[in-house]
């Protein structure tokens, strides 16, 4: 189980990455690499997200770059 859920969490790490800009740039600035997080142990690599910065930021940049909210 511990497999799939690490698999899972790449997945997803992945996508956050490639079509979401907060984190992409967050990650970037932090020099943190999706290809380093293994599974769930290796979470202490990521930043911490904290209000300030989603206020700082905007909405808009949490959302996926392929969701169209006018369709």
Same mark, same amino acid.
């Given at each position: 189980? &511990?497999?799939?859920?690490?698999?899972?969490?790449?997945?997803?790490?992945?996508? @956050? %990455?490639?079509?979401?800009?907060?984190? $992409?740039?967050?990650?970037?600035?932090?020099?943190?690499? &999706?290809?380093?997080?293994?599974?769930?142990?290796?979470?202490?690599?990521?930043? @911490? %997200?904290?209000?300030?910065?989603?206020? $700082?930021?905007?909405?808009?940049?949490?959302?996926?770059?392929?969701?169209?909210?006018?369709?």
């Amino acid at each position: 189980m &511990t497999r799939l859920q690490d698999a899972k969490l790449r997945a997803l790490l992945r996508r @956050a %990455v490639e079509h979401v800009p907060f984190y $992409r740039n967050l990650y970037r600035a932090h020099g943190v690499s &999706t290809d380093a997080i293994a599974g769930v142990d290796d979470l202490w690599q990521l930043p @911490a %997200v904290i209000k300030s910065d989603y206020l $700082r930021v905007g909405p808009e940049k949490y959302v996926d770059g392929r969701y169209d909210p006018d369709s």
